[in-house]
């Protein structure tokens, strides 16, 4: 049965003929959509990245505003002890 397949194969295709699953209309369609679909993925990607970043210097610029205030209250503090202390 194998032989008669290969005889049946090497009669009826030309050794130069290109494999046709490669040829096909279905991957190339396939390699198309899957590149659409990665660009795709790509763009979502890239807004998320850029609303992250938006969202982190947000969180930041207020992390530095209370870091900033707890450190004028700090040495609001240690300047009243000081007076404080001298008055004593």
Do not use: C, G, W
Not at 27 to 46: C, F, G, P, R
Not at 58 to 87: C, V
Request: proline content about 3%.
């Amino acid at each position: 049965m194998k032989h008669s397949l290969q005889k049946f194969r090497e009669s009826h295709l030309p050794d130069d003929t290109p494999p046709t699953i490669l040829n096909s209309t279905f991957v190339q369609n396939s390699d198309a959509h899957n590149h659409y679909k990665d660009k795709a993925k790509i763009t979502q990607l890239q807004a998320l990245l850029n609303t992250q970043t938006i969202e982190s210097k947000k969180k930041d610029a207020a992390l530095k505003k209370y870091e900033d205030f707890y450190k004028e209250i700090k040495a609001r503090t240690k300047a009243k002890q000081k007076t404080s202390q001298a008055k004593k």
